[in-house]
T-cell receptor
Framework: EPEVTQTPSHQVTQMGQEVILRCVPI?????FYWYRQILGQKVEFLVS????????KSEIFDDQFSVERPDGSNFTLKIRSTKLEDSAMYFC?????????????FGSGTQLSVL | AQTVTQSQPEMSVQEAETVTLSCTYD???????LFWYKQPPSRQMILVIR??????QNATENRFSVNFQKAAKSFSLKISDSQLGDAAMYFC????????????????FGQGTILTVHP
């Protein structure tokens, strides 16, 4: 089965630094998403992206966050100035279409630790 | 806003036995989709089974089946003939059917249930 690839698997950074989390969605997918999971809490939706623009974002996704698809294959999440509370597992996901029961393919996540 | 609740933080089962994981949700919508995702130690979220709310028949996928009670807003997962490879975190998730475009990708997750399978 095709896979969504995320790199790195672990990222450690200092508070206030910028981080970029990288994802390679499945090649023919058109819809892309980021989710995150703070330790011991629920998986939370951050943002969805289609046709090179954000389609929807959650309250969590403030001005410190940005996404882009720079080269047609990668999908990145940037956090400009990391805070301690940004420490979480970040999951990328993609899907072919936006129909209701469409299966989302998730990556294995990037564990971000902000010190 | 929709909420999803999994009231069992941890469950355990003997190999070859059956286990049921509970999930309840709250929504004012009549049309929606429900999912169970499995997260093994590899951390990758894997779709186990999905249910469309307007279908009364419970979904099944091999050893996995659901008991969907729309009126009670309950969506439990039954795993039959449990195997060691079933050990994982299981998440129940909700998706609205009324949103358009990429909002279809917006899943609302429960807290998860850790399933341990004993040999």
């Amino acid at each position: 089965e095709p896979e969504v690839t995320q790199t790195p698997s672990h990222q450690v950074t200092q508070m206030g630094q910028e981080v970029i989390l990288r994802c390679v969605p499945i090649s023919n997918h058109l819809y892309f998403y980021w989710y995150r999971q703070i330790l011991g809490q629920k998986v939370e939706f951050l943002v969805s992206f289609y046709n090179n623009e954000i389609s929807e974002k959650s309250e969590i996704f403030d001005d410190q966050f940005s996404v882009e698809r720079p080269d047609g294959s990668n999908f990145t999440l940037k956090i400009r100035s990391t805070k301690l509370e940004d420490s979480a597992m970040y999951f990328c996901a993609s899907s072919w279409s936006g129909t209701g029961d469409e299966k989302l393919f998730f990556g294995s996540g990037t564990q971000l630790s902000v010190l | 806003a929709q909420t999803v609740t999994q009231s069992q933080p941890e469950m355990s089962v003997q190999e070859a036995e059956t286990v049921t994981l509970s999930c309840t949700y709250d929504t004012s919508e009549s049309d929606y989709y429900l999912f169970w995702y499995k997260q093994p130690p590899s951390r990758q979220m894997i779709l186990v089974i999905r249910q469309e709310a307007y279908k009364q028949q419970n979904a099944t996928e091999n050893r996995f089946s659901v008991n969907f009670q729309k009126a009670a807003k309950s969506f439990s997962l039954k795993i039959s003939d449990s195997q060691l490879g079933d050990a994982a975190m299981y998440f129940c998730a909700y998706r609205s059917a009324n949103a358009g475009g990429t909002s279809y990708g917006k899943l609302t997750f429960g807290q998860g249930t850790i399933l341990t399978v004993h040999p």
